[in-house]
């Protein structure tokens, strides 16, 4: 098994693991939803230009080399009732009606980037569209993973398809956005990330965008940390 460690903010349970070490370790259906981004295999990590390498990435870290084995996906469904993957149409997955569209709005019809991204979802429902809000711009200042997307498209996410009192998976926390979304949303969360130094960076924004609480918010402190951690599956 892959070193853990471990976080816990408020109702976000954050772990440094390889997910398929946590999902083994759940009970059946035991989240409500998992929203997931997992790799591509189209070499966004070694894209110097073409997808960005951050500045502090001295070279490619080697996590998009591949999509994820065909153990992965059914490790997902067992564990998770719905489930919603970006990145839907790289990976072999059956039809469904219901297909999420980030639009990324102008900008990127000029630039290497693909001008909107997939979501598959096991949702019968409408095909739904999230159009980038240019103001909201703060999701790309200081990025932190080159495969970054908005708090408010989650926050979006969560709206649609998520119902009061769900538990949520993501299996590849990445910069962080879907653990920030499901603060403000008042979701439990439990999500990994592989890679230590995205992990640390990661956490890092969580804590300082969660302690950015008006007045009038619930003050969600309790933090601890544990290395190498015995997890237990969420209770049904």
């Known amino acids: 098994m892959t070193p853990s460690l471990q976080n ?14 946590l999902m083994r370790e759940c009970a059946d259906k035991a989240f409500d939803l998992a929203i997931v981004d997992p ?6 990590s070694a894209g110097i230009g073409k997808y960005g390498r951050l500045k502090n990435e001295k070279a490619d870290k080697g996590w998009d080399t591949a999509i994820p084995p065909p153990e ?10 719905h489930q919603i993957i970006w990145g839907g149409n790289y990976f072999p997955l ?23 991204e997939l979501a598959w979802t096991s949702f019968d429902a409408n095909v739904r569209k999230f ?10 200042c200081g990025k932190i993973h080159p495969a970054q997307k908005p708090v408010a498209l989650y926050e979006w996410t ?40 995205y992990y640390e960076a990661a956490l890092q924004r969580i804590k300082r965008e969660t302690a950015q609480m008006t007045l009038f918010d619930t003050p969600n402190t309790m933090v601890h940390q544990t290395d ?9």
């Open 8 to 21: 816990v903010v408020g109702g976000l349970d954050l772990r440094c693991c390889d997910c398929m070490d």
């Open 39 to 44: 790799p591509y295999g189209i070499g966004a």
């Open 94 to 116: 059956p039809p469904s009606r219901c297909w999420l569209i980030w639009d990324k709005g102008a900008g990127f019809e000029d630039r290497d980037f693909a001008e909107a």
């Open 131 to 140: 159009k980038r809000d240019p103001l909201a711009m703060r999701d790309y």
């Open 158 to 197: 969560l709206r649609k398809f998520a119902k009061p009192g769900w538990r949520i998976l993501d299996t590849h926390l990445g910069s962080g956005s879907i653990a920030i979304a499901c603060h403000y949303a008042g979701h439990a969360l439990t999500a990994c990330e592989i890679d230590r130094d």
């Open 72 to 81: 992965y996906f059914q490790e997902l469904k067992r564990v998770s009732r």
């Open 228 to 236: 190498s951690p015995q997890p237990t599956a969420p209770q049904q």
